[in-house]
């Protein structure tokens, strides 16, 4: 006997309340959770959002800075929020400001939102270099920099709050400690008395992004992040020119290590002399350091120069190939060789120093 009509209505009109019920508690839920932190809280909070980075992982950084009320609902905002022009730079966020305030701000590099003062970080500049363009717009010398970098209990401090820096770059033969821990970036300070550590520690928190979106790379890699980045700044000074070529070049180191080979790389021995120039004496290619390594296996003790995502990427995902030389020719462009033969025949064609 079938049921009366009345009742399948009655049915119905349950199930409908129930989907409308799920729907808005549904929709309340997301809104919630892409809503404020904490409407009441104005202090500001600088985010520092690197190159490239994609909507995902910048839901990653605010969360990590207490911006995010619900990280799920967040990063499902963020896949379909249409973000597809989200801007670098330093950003001066708060806790009573909504997910979609700040990916907005982001996605148009809003000006209202971007810390004032510029500094300018390149890629391939060393610890001094790094030091005078800071010192240039900052309230403290190069100097004062450079010996801040290299005092012992600061180093401790920064290595007990940041995951990827260690013991390494203690080392008696390491010249500079936080050569290629600085990120290369565009930076705006937005504090009024801005101080050497503060200065620092955004730097560093912008290492701290680069790296953590790159961690399991890393992990399953075979180097350590100290490695990593001592390689990538290998490959960044040697193929700065033609950044198409980092993949190939950092391959080619890649070999001679598995080969047992040395490295052979004359930028290290510049380092080592304190030198850009590639014009070397025969005593300077001799020079007794850790970071030649014309005359030490391996990588050098440590990075060379500042690297960004890039070179860091040349390194986790080389390009495979049977080559074992390289040569830059004077107008950037570098040969390949397989055999000692094969490269000296293009070094005395192509030696333009």
């Given at each position: 006997m079938s049921k009366p009509k009345g009742s399948k209505i009655k049915w119905i009109l349950i199930i409908l309340a129930i989907a409308v019920v799920l729907i808005t508690g549904g929709s309340i839920a997301y809104l919630t959770g892409i809503g404020a932190v904490d409407s009441e809280n104005k202090e500001?909070?600088?985010?520092?959002?690197?190159?490239?980075?994609?909507?995902?992982?910048?839901v990653e950084i605010l969360d990590e800075s207490g911006l995010v009320k619900n990280k799920t609902f967040a990063k499902i905002h963020a896949r379909i929020g249409g973000y597809d022009t989200l801007q670098a730079n330093s950003y001066l966020f708060n806790k009573s400001m909504t997910l979609?305030?700040?990916?907005?701000?982001?996605?148009t590099g809003d000006f209202e939102y971007i810390s004032k003062d510029k500094i300018i970080v390149r890629e391939g500049l060393t610890i001094p270099e790094v030091a005078a363009a800071i010192a240039e717009e900052m309230p403290f010398s190069s100097?004062?920099?450079?010996?801040?970098?290299a005092d012992k209990n600061?180093?401790?401090?920064?290595?007990?709050?940041?995951?990827?820096?260690t013991d390494s770059i203690l080392s008696d033969d390491i010249m500079y400690p936080l050569e290629g821990y600085l990120y290369p970036e565009t930076y705006f300070i937005t504090e009024e008395n801005p101080t050497m550590e503060s200065v620092t520690e955004i730097m560093l928190d912008m290492m701290d992004s680069a790296l953590s979106s790159r961690k399991s790379q890393i992990e399953s890699s075979g180097f350590t992040v100290h490695e990593v980045l001592a390689l990538s700044s290998v490959v960044?000074?040697?193929?700065?020119?033609?950044?198409?070529?980092?993949?190939?070049?950092?391959?080619?180191?890649?070999?001679?290590m598995n080969k047992g080979m040395n490295l052979g790389s004359d930028v290290t021995v510049c380092y080592a002399n304190g030198k850009t120039s590639l014009?070397?004496?025969?005593?300077?290619?001799?020079?007794?350091s850790k970071y030649n390594?014309?005359?030490?296996?391996?990588?050098?003790?440590?990075?060379?120069?500042?690297?960004?995502?890039?070179?860091?990427?040349?390194v986790l995902d080389y390009e495979k190939s049977d080559y074992l030389f390289f040569f830059a020719t004077?107008?950037?462009?570098i040969i390949y060789s397989k055999t000692n033969e094969e490269h000296d025949k293009v070094v005395k064609e192509n030696k333009w120093y």
């Open positions: 500001t909070v600088t985010v520092n959002i690197p190159s490239g980075s994609g909507a995902s992982s910048i979609p305030e700040m990916m907005d701000a982001i996605n100097e004062e920099l450079i010996a801040k970098w600061y180093l401790k401090e920064l290595i007990d709050k940041y995951w990827f820096l960044e000074r040697e193929a700065s020119n033609v950044k198409e070529e980092m993949p190939k070049v950092a391959g080619v180191f890649i070999n001679r014009e070397l004496t025969q005593s300077e290619l001799n020079i007794d390594t014309r005359k030490y296996a391996g990588l050098p003790v440590g990075p060379i120069c500042a690297v960004n995502g890039d070179a860091m990427d040349s004077q107008d950037g462009t």
